[in-house]
T-cell receptor, first 113, second 113 residues
Framework: DAGVTQSPTHLIKTRGQQVTLRCSPKSGHDTVSWYQQALGQGPQFIFQYYEEEERQRGNFPDRFSGHQFPNYSSELNVNALLLGDSALYLC????????????FGDGTRLSIL | AQSVSQHNHHVILSEAASLELGCNYSYGGTVNLFWYVQYPGQHLQLLLKYFSGDPLVKGIKGFEAEFIKSKFSFNLRKPSVQWSDTAEYFCAVRGGSQGNLIFGKGTKLSVKP
């Protein structure tokens, strides 16, 4: 049973560039959430996708956008990268029913130079 | 706004010592509560969860946590830690039974053999 898979593992970009991160949810899960984890901090919620739509959003600027595909996989896009966007980006998947925990992937380490 | 506070940034214990990690949250309604663990080089794993019912919940690897509603607390405990428990521990809260998680900043646990 495949868990949550994310790609790429590591990424180096420069300021002003754009980046796309990918996530495949755990088998049977239909909801994908994205989190940003800065060094020394806990994960911060970016947004959640369900039925190919953004259902919830945290306090992140419009530079952060996403997409969910019919197979439930998801992408996180970040435009106009800033140094402060350097972080570990985590994808979590869950089944859209009450009281279901989220399962996390290994994350993508994004470094901005 | 919801928030989670973890009292200890770094805890150092010897093997066989008892562990208690504090977690307080701020939210006025029904909550789901979680403890996640992140072993070095690994993804976030669910340690235990509380949705309703018995406020004392048992998780994997001998961990347990107690939900005290009047204190808005969900402290993690283990009677006797092992070197393999060295990891970072995150407390998280979810308002209601679905939706995003709010994480604390994490507590790094180092267990000396």
């Amino acid at each position: 049973d495949a868990g949550v898979t994310q790609s790429p593992t590591h990424l180096i970009k420069t300021r002003g560039q754009q980046v796309t991160l990918r996530c495949s949810p755990k088998s049977g899960h239909d909801t994908v959430s994205w989190y940003q984890q800065a060094l020394g901090q806990g994960p911060q919620f970016i947004f959640q996708y369900y039925e190919e739509e953004e259902r919830q959003r945290g306090n992140f600027p419009d530079r952060f956008s996403g997409h969910q595909f019919p197979n439930y996989s998801s992408e996180l896009n970040v435009n106009a990268l800033l140094l402060g966007d350097s972080a570990l980006y985590l994808c979590a998947s869950s089944y859209d029913r009450s009281n279901q925990p989220q399962h996390f992937g290994d994350g993508t380490r994004l470094s901005i130079l | 706004a919801q928030s989670v506070s973890q009292h200890n940034h770094h805890v150092i214990l010897s093997e066989a010592a008892s562990l208690e990690l504090g977690c307080n949250y701020s939210y006025g309604g029904t909550v789901n509560l979680f403890w996640y663990v992140q072993y070095p080089g690994q993804h976030l794993q669910l340690l235990l969860k509380y949705f309703s019912g018995d406020p004392l919940v048992k998780g994997i690897k001998g961990f347990e946590a107690e939900f005290i509603k009047s204190k808005f607390s969900f402290n993690l405990r283990k009677p006797s830690v092992q070197w393999s428990d060295t990891a970072e521990y995150f407390c998280a809260v979810r308002g209601g039974s679905q939706g995003n998680l709010i994480f604390g900043k994490g507590t790094k646990l180092s267990v000396k053999p």
